[in-house]
């Protein structure tokens, strides 16, 4: 998936290219973020439970007004994600790995020569899918969307590098399944089982954008 996921990013860059004009810069590079909250999941056939979760990303990232004045930029991130629930439940931790996509549509402008300050909604769209550590024969698969507001700080350095500081809150919700040898009803591995999930998290986080713009600050 993280194949497909790189080819279409490719696509997508060279577009870019293509359309937008050399005088307007865009940046590409790489990203890695971090965040945390708690998560409420429900199962069909029981009462739900809540779990601290823990989220770790890193991908490709893409800002089309990395160091201009003009008032919208559209910020992107594509990468692999580790969705980490932690206490609760029988389950004990569970580790869930898949593919996340951010788009940030933003507003804002120059604060000084080299620094753009920047603010708008997120949406956010993941698919992950792990095993609990005390039952290794149950899969869970979830397809999670969230949306939020993020807040970002562009540091231009030199002709071509910008270092981006974001934060943001998202509202998530998780819809999926499980499937495999645990029961919710007696928390015991004693037969297979395919439960239906949703789950809704309240993340914070921080990410570290690192971009090579197309063109030299004029």
Same mark, same amino acid.
């Given at each position: 998936m993280m194949r497909i996921v790189c080819v279409l990013f490719a696509v997508f860059v060279v577009t870019c290219f293509f359309d937008v004009p050399k005088a307007q810069a865009i940046g590409l590079g790489l990203y890695g973020s971090a965040g945390g909250g708690n998560v409420d999941w429900s199962p069909d056939d029981h009462d739900k439970f809540r779990k601290r979760a823990q989220h770790l990303a890193y991908g490709l990232a893409l800002d089309t007004a990395p160091d201009s004045n003009k008032l919208f930029n559209y910020n992107l991130n594509i990468g692999y994600e580790k969705f980490s629930n932690?206490? /609760? $439940?029988?389950?004990?931790?569970?580790?869930?790995?898949?593919?996340?996509?951010?788009?940030?549509?933003?507003?804002?402008?120059l604060i000084t020569p080299n620094i753009r300050l920047w603010f708008g909604p997120e949406l956010r769209a993941s698919w992950?899918?792990?095993?609990?550590?005390?039952?290794? $024969?149950?899969?869970?698969?979830?397809?999670?969307? /969230?949306?939020?507001?993020?807040? /970002?700080? $562009?540091?231009n350095v030199g002709e071509r590098l910008t270092f981006v500081l974001k934060g943001g809150y998202q509202y998530l919700s998780y819809y999926g399944y499980g499937r495999g040898q645990f029961d919710h009803?007696?928390?015991?591995?004693?037969?297979?089982?395919?439960?239906y999930y949703d789950a809704h998290e309240k993340l914070f986080y921080l990410a570290i954008e690192i971009l090579?713009?197309?063109s030299k600050k004029k």
């Open positions: 932690k206490n /609760g $439940n029988a389950w004990g931790k569970l580790d869930l790995d898949g593919v996340v996509m951010s788009h940030i549509f933003g507003f804002g402008g992950s899918e792990g095993s609990p550590d005390h039952f290794s $024969n149950y899969t869970i698969r979830v397809f999670g969307v /969230g949306v939020g507001p993020a807040l /970002g700080v $562009n540091f009803v007696t928390n015991t591995a004693a037969s297979s089982h395919k439960n090579a713009r197309t």
